[in-house]
């Protein structure tokens, strides 16, 4: 058995190397690559995932997780190996239910479909993606067809981002949040919104970047196991445990940009890097889903870095950084600006209260869609009909309305949007009993001291990588279920004081 | 017929994506990457090539070569499916006389050596990489011996890199080399020096490497389709044929470093940029030699960029770049400094006049060495003896001796060596057929036009990949085998005119 688990572990590490390989290429797109790379570039990479895919529903491995089955379920069931094996025989499961060929017509379809949302957004052009989102819907009901008895359709979906998570209990702690949310808009957007004009004076990249890079150094994002660089669109990427990267981008005239950006990347950077080294290579050797990937994002990025006692430490050294832009701010001031909450269109520019409302926007017509209850034509006026609903606001044009999110036109209608709500309420849970194990937290940060915050989460969620779902986290963790009420009484309580609620 | 001939470039596009995808990682090793990504990218770099061998040498294309050779024996020998066949053959044939456990077992060896010299060096220890370089020469006659009927046991080594040479050949033509070259060097170094203090100023690097850039620009190497970067040593190398990317280093206090390695390192990528583009991913969309790669690097970085005739119009804009370091430097004493002649220890930093003698000591000890004739530890005696002999300098430790070149710790003992003198004698060749065919090619250059240049070579070299072998190609272009008259006249009057030689 040793020798199977052996064997297993080899084709898993090949497969592995094959994904990151690619993953280098992607990166390589997206931060250096000259123009006349792309073709290659894309060939190349779509090569190594297809090979990773055969490597993988080979049923040599079917094989050897079936003769390892019988050895796991006699190892203590949360050892490592037990885990492997259950976890990688879930994967495989799932992926052998999928035809390859399904797969290549799928990427093929989402290559153009891409393409074409490219040129279509900047000219409110919803007619050209149309035909791409329908046939993007039917390929996305399809695939949940492959997985038949499931609860909802998009069930099927969500388990691949957030395993084990299902579409009604979702929407019904999204409902419960919404209660809370919508309400808190009106009370703090009834109010004169805070001046923040301090952020979009000429701040220098460079500076910018350099102090961001600062930062995450202190939060202990490991540079000689990554780097950060410029790309139109900050993302985070691995290539192996030791070389976890981010990039971020800059605006000369909106601090806020790399900033909050570096922030966020740092925070799932840090949380592949934190995983136990002997994962590398195994189905347990990532972050375990969307949600608490996001958590561990949005919780360095906000909790952390749009509190106050994290700017008592930091903004004498940004004032510092920006002597003539910022001599006249007050600490008060900056940080009533970084954290205005307003009524906006664009998710990615929304403020901590309003985001979720957006995230559960999308997640909602993403039902509708795969249960077939909105055809794709009658998307835009769904999406219009909401934000002024849930938002009071209406985009314009479909720009900024159902053109907005790269998400559908580079991927599936379903499982796209959950993980970022999901992580705001699961970044709630986990400081929450961050700070009960070490309630020295909050003062560290105000001495630009993460230790404490940075080696919880590490002992806590991130070592684990996938050996435990996004529930057994949860309930190892804080003795319960996933709850939003950590995660509604942070926000009461940060923008009651903020905007002198009741 | 047809359908065979597509199977075969679809395969050889497959393998041709994977030996690419390996090529991205490398770049990104000597680049960027953090130092905590160096085990999974040899690893990921290491099963790419097994890949990329292993479905070379897989029996299906020796049965679709079998099956295309009589189509190909029917089309017009010079067509480019003729050749196309004829070349993979070729290829295919090498390839499976090394069994792929000898390739594995070698590379495994040599990632070994490499990290040894990379430690001793800097210690001038030679004894710790002795039993590497022992057996290092063991593999490459064993390598040699897969080959049986080689008429000089270095030939299989040679054929590698500079495809149809032999070892007898080139010696042959290299001791007349060597007949030219020691009584020049000794008629220069007779006289007095030029000074060259002028190359030594600080000059900021990022100016330097802009100059450079704007330089190689006008030669036409296609920055959308390539990129420079800074990395420990400089090199080309080839993601696809819209991505052709060199690197260079630059030293605030030496300003040839960085320069010429650019002009250098241009010379290689524009050949790969301007190989015919139904090549690529085919066995002919490649450089057809290490002679003829060298013969393009060297043509544009000494003939080019070391002429008068280039510095009277770029001189002025060097000293528009730095004019407090050049503004009492003239064009006259500028030119003598980068093209000073001198005995010297380390090849990378001689001389075009001096360079060939270190090449052909090397050469020369390679195949003593693989004769059997000069054991690995009489090696480092041999090296000094040689350099006193061909040089008149001898170098106080094996630092600057046999420990200098990374060649035979990162590669085999054979073959390493031969491109570069070749190289200078083709790029002699060319320039003078160049010359016949446009006659204003040298005033164009002194208006910093390189069309004309570019562009025969582009017709009459690049564009052919491997299409001819490099005797074919010097066949074609000269209508005469190889020689070195052209390359010893070239030097002659070049410096001769500059050391006033009578």
């Known amino acids: 058995m040793e020798a199977k688990l052996k064997e297993l572990k080899t084709r898993l590490m090949e497969i592995y190397d094959l994904q990151m390989a690619a993953a280098i290429i992607i990166w390589d797109q997206s931060t250096y690559m000259p123009s006349g790379g792309a073709a290659a570039h894309g060939r190349q990479q779509g090569l190594l995932n297809r090979l990773a895919q055969e490597r993988f529903i080979d049923p040599a491995i079917g094989k050897l997780l079936d003769d390892l089955l019988p050895y796991a379920e006699n190892l203590p069931p949360d050892s490592d190996d037990a885990r492997l094996i259950q976890v990688t025989r879930r ?20 290559a153009q479909s891409y393409q074409t949302w490219t040129k279509a957004r900047p000219e409110n052009d919803f007619n050209s993606v149309k035909p791409y989102l329908e046939k993007t819907l039917d390929y996305s009901r399809r695939y949940s067809d492959y997985f038949p008895g499931y609860e909802h359709v998009a069930d099927p ?108 990347e740092a925070g799932h950077a840090m949380y592949e890097q934190g995983i136990d080294g002997t994962y590398e290579g195994t189905s347990l050797g990532r972050g375990t889903s969307s949600g608490v990937h996001e958590s561990s994002s949005r919780l360095w990025e906000n909790i952390v870095g749009r509190s106050k006692g994290f700017w008592k430490h930091y903004y004498p050294k940004l004032q510092e950084t920006f002597p003539e832009q910022l001599k006249d701010t007050s600490l008060e001031t900056f940080y009533r600006a970084i954290n205005k909450v307003e009524r ?159």
Chains 1, 2 share one sequence.
């Open 91 to 110: 994967d495989y499961e799932q992926a052998i239910k999928v035809p390859p060929e399904f797969i290549s017509e799928f990427f093929a379809h989402i």
């Open 157 to 264: 979906w969500i388990d691949r981002f957030d395993y084990g998570m299902k579409a009604n209990q979702i929407s019904k702690m999204f409902g419960e949040l919404r209660k809370e949310l919508v309400p808190l808009v009106k009370q703090i957007t009834d109010q004169p919104p805070p001046d923040d004009s301090c952020l979009f004076q000429s701040y220098p990249e460079d500076a910018q970047l350099a102090f961001g890079v600062d930062i995450i150094k202190d939060f202990g994002y490991d540079f000689d196991r990554g780097r950060q660089d410029k790309s139109p669109h900050p993302f985070t990427i691995k290539f192996s445990l030791g070389d976890v990267r981010i990039t971020t981008r800059v605006k000369e005239n909106d601090l806020r940009e790399a900033l909050f950006s570096t922030l966020h």
């Open 344 to 502: 906006s269109l664009i998710r990615t520019d929304a403020d901590e209260v309003t985001y979720n409302l957006h995230i559960m926007i999308r997640f909602d017509l993403e039902l509708a869609m795969l249960e077939g209850k909105l055809p794709i034509e009658d998307l835009p006026e769904a999406w219009h009909t909401r934000y002024k609903a849930d938002l009071g606001i209406q985009s314009p044009s479909n720009v900024d309305g159902v053109l907005q999110d790269i998400h559908w036109y580079q991927g599936a209608i379903g499982g796209m949007f959950q993980g970022y709500t999901l992580g705001n309420i699961i970044s709630g849970l986990f400081y929450d009993a961050a700070l009960q194990d070490h309630p020295q937290i909050q003062s560290d940060i105000e001495s630009g001291e993460f230790n404490s915050l940075h080696g919880w989460l590490k002992e806590n969620v991130y070592a684990h990588g996938r050996k435990f779902t996004t529930d057994e986290l949860i309930q190892s963790i804080t003795g319960k279920p996933l709850t939003i009420a950590p995660y509604i009484k942070y926000l009461r309580n940060k923008f009651g004081e903020l905007y002198s609620l009741s």
